[in-house]
């Protein structure tokens, strides 16, 4: 399991986020980071191509070294000023408070052992008038399809690198002391269970 966590599930979340709808989220959604940039689980840097000139610097944190060896290679072609933090989200991050215009945080809250920790980080360092945009999958409000993800969720996170089919993510950025100012709702192509989404934006309440 370690050579595959390490090895393999990199290049299959690459792969698997790599697609038409979750490409049209971001380019919704990305343009809109302004400033000084926190990205929460950079990944293979897939939100890259689509942020705009008015993101400064952007800082990306993720555990993984070879999804950073990929986004290394998007840095380049695009040209831009990252920084990439090689740590858990739930690790307290090495900023000082309300440094962070934007916060971003995309398919991320799904995989995080305690994102409830994680997103205090961001809370702590996201300026007063600062924002979170979010793209994340989660919970139904349908009750059927709900409850397919409770009872999926205990195989599912073994396979997806820890990704959690159930979890509510309106209610986490709110127990993490975040005010919704933009929230919407849909599932996208494919299994319900695995599709529903949440697209937003927060900002420290």
Same mark, same amino acid.
């Given at each position: ?101 934007? &916060? ?35 919970? &139904? ?5 709900? &409850? ?53 934006? &927060?900002?420290?309440?």
């Amino acid at each position: 399991m370690p050579f595959y966590k390490k090895y393999i599930l990199p290049h299959v979340i690459d792969l698997a986020m790599r697609n038409k709808d979750a490409s049209r989220l971001r380019a919704l959604w990305i343009p809109r980071a302004r400033g000084e940039v926190l990205e929460i689980g950079i990944g293979s840097g897939l939100n890259l191509p689509f942020y705009s000139a008015g993101a400064h610097r952007i800082r990306g944190v993720d555990p993984s070294v070879e999804l950073q060896r990929m986004a290394q290679k998007r840095v380049s072609e695009h040209g831009l000023n990252v920084e990439f933090l090689s740590q858990s989200a739930e690790e307290p991050l090495d900023l000082p408070a309300e440094t962070v215009d934007t &916060a971003v945080v995309t398919w991320t809250l799904c995989s995080i052992p305690d994102p409830q920790r994680a997103l205090q980080q961001v809370r702590r360092v996201l300026k007063r008038d600062g924002h979170l945009i979010f793209i994340e999958h989660g919970r &139904a409000a349908d009750p059927k399809v709900a &409850a397919w993800q409770d009872r999926l969720t205990p195989a599912w996170k073994h396979i997806g690198g820890g990704c959690h089919l159930n979890r509510k993510v309106d209610d986490l950025l709110r127990a993490a002391g975040f005010q919704i100012v933009e929230l919407a709702t849909c599932y996208l192509p494919g299994p319900r269970p695995m599709t529903y989404t949440y697209q937003g934006l &927060a900002r420290p309440s």
